[in-house]
């Protein structure tokens, strides 16, 4: 039994962009310096881990209330801005991927740091496609710790050596390779060039040299 464990914001839907100009707002409000490279180094962290990051960035200390005002806001502007997000907002090749899946009996799971996540897939409306789903709700540990890919494999029934991920994010790839999982890399960020695999987009995901990495 094999299983293909997807991230989901930046690998089936754009809302890597979304979360990128929201804390840039949060950073305008803070006077944070905030570049799109600063942001690579976002992508896959949680919400309370990326703010810290930020905060750290501007040399800014916050007391606990002052911190989760911030926490509230920023999911308050980023959850505005995907409200309207509708299946159309899929990138291009997710639904023949998951269709391909399902054909050749892989599992399909959910690994995303996104407490969202349940929220975005019904906007989606690709809740039935997951064999599994694990979220920022479910976990303790934020990528690059392995913990929501090691959560989603056992959920899956699957072996870790049997799970490749789909990750656009470097904590996303590390965690798939220290939960000892295929590492496939979506986007062409020199920092997930790591990974086993790189594919510019879902849409370019070669199914033969993706299985090619497993023994059988
Ligand atoms: C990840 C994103 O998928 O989810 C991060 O790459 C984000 O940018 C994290 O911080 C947590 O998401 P949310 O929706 O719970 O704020
Ligand atoms: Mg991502």
């Known amino acids: 039994m094999k299983a293909f464990i997807f ?9 890597a962009h979304y979360h990128f100009l929201a804390w840039s707002e949060i950073c305008v409000s803070l006077a944070i310096p905030f570049s799109k490279e600063d942001n690579e180094k976002l992508k896959g962290i949680d919400r309370r881990n ?19 005002y911030w926490l509230i806001k920023k999911n308050e502007i980023y959850t505005e801005m995907i409200d309207k997000l509708n299946r159309n907002d899929l990138f291009i090749g997710v639904i023949p991927l998951f269709e391909e899946l399902k054909k050749r009996n892989i599992k399909i799971g959910l690994g995303s740091a996104s407490k969202n996540a349940k929220m975005i897939l019904k906007k989606l409306d690709i809740v039935n496609y997951f064999d599994a789903i694990v979220d920022g709700n479910m976990t303790t540990l934020s990528k690059p710790d392995p913990q929501v890919f090691l ?26 390779i220290t939960a000892n999982m295929k590492a496939i890399a979506i986007g062409n960020d020199p920092s997930i060039k790591h990974a086993d695999l790189v594919f510019e987009n879902i849409n370019s995901v070669d199914l033969n040299k993706v299985l090619s990495l497993y023994d059988n």
């Open 151 to 176: 959560l989603n494999a056992d959920k899956l029934g699957v072996q870790v050596e049997k799970c490749a991920v789909f990750e656009d994010s470097e904590a996303g790839i590390d965690a798939a």
């Open 50 to 68: 990326s703010l810290k990051i930020l905060l750290k960035l501007g040399d800014i200390k916050l007391d606990e209330t002052q911190f989760d």
């Open 7 to 15: 991230d989901l914001d930046g690998v089936l839907v754009d809302t």
